[in-house]
């Protein structure tokens, strides 16, 4: 089936140390989407990529999408201690829902 | 309001109750979905609505019964639930431009089956 692979599953890194996870499908995406979700919370929406090799930028937050629109990465600039939280890659497979990755948790240590 | 709201916050129940969940959006958003989340875990899509009609059941035991009176509210009946159906439930909804849209949570129903 279509399926959304997410590296690493944890990653603990020290404040102001750079983040960044990654996402794979092995089919190509209509557009990927990329969500956040603190601990004990709910997941929100951080942005969407459409185009192939797009790149986004939130502040410390780099989005991009590959050139064959196949993977995506989120980098994240000096953690910190409000980036905490489990970070998810959605896909759209073009079939009208979204396949979540498998996310990737981050811890800072202050 | 930019909100999805849902009710209860927390639910225990045994295997012999009925409950019902409820989730409510004043968006003017056409579509609502229920995801299923355990922990450590992706939430993992159950029903979605589109402009009021079931388009997706992704082969959910009938245990669970989704409903959607209105564009703005849908709920989720459960009956004799098994323990492993302990989870968080998450609603959402999405404006449905296009495709799978962006879209908004609630905060969720954490669930207990004893």
């Known amino acids: 089936g279509q399926q959304v692979m997410q590296i690493p599953q944890y990653q603990h890194v020290q404040e102001g140390e750079d983040f960044t996870t990654y996402c794979n499908s092995s089919?190509?995406?209509?557009?990927i989407q990329w969500y956040k979700q603190r601990p004990g919370g709910h997941p929100v929406f951080l942005i969407q990529l459409v185009k192939s090799g797009e790149v986004k930028k939130q502040k410390r937050l780099t989005f991009q999408f590959g050139e064959a629109k196949k993977n995506s990465s989120l980098h994240i600039t000096a953690t910190q201690t409000t980036d905490v939280g489990t970070y998810f890659c959605?896909?759209?497979?073009?079939?009208?829902?979204?396949?979540f990755g498998t996310g990737t948790r981050l811890t800072i240590i202050p | 309001d930019t909100e999805v709201t849902q009710t209860p916050k927390h639910l225990v129940m045994g295997m012999t109750n009925k409950k019902s969940l409820k989730c409510e959006q004043h968006m003017g958003h056409r579509a609502m979905y229920w995801y299923k989340q355990k922990a450590k875990k992706p939430p993992e899509l159950m029903f979605v609505y589109s402009y009021e009609k079931l388009s997706i059941n992704e082969s959910v035991p009938s245990r669970f019964s989704p409903e959607c009176p209105n564009s703005s509210l849908l709920n989720l009946h459960l009956h004799a639930l098994q323990p492993e159906d302990s989870a968080l439930y998450l609603c959402?909804?999405?404006?449905?431009?296009?495709?799978?849209?962006?879209?908004?949570f609630g905060p969720g129903t954490r669930l207990t089956v004893l």
């Open positions: 089919t190509t995406l209509s557009n």
């Open positions: 959605a896909g759209d497979f073009g079939n009208e829902k979204l396949t």
């Open positions: 959402a909804s999405s404006p449905q431009r296009r495709g799978a849209d962006t879209q908004y």
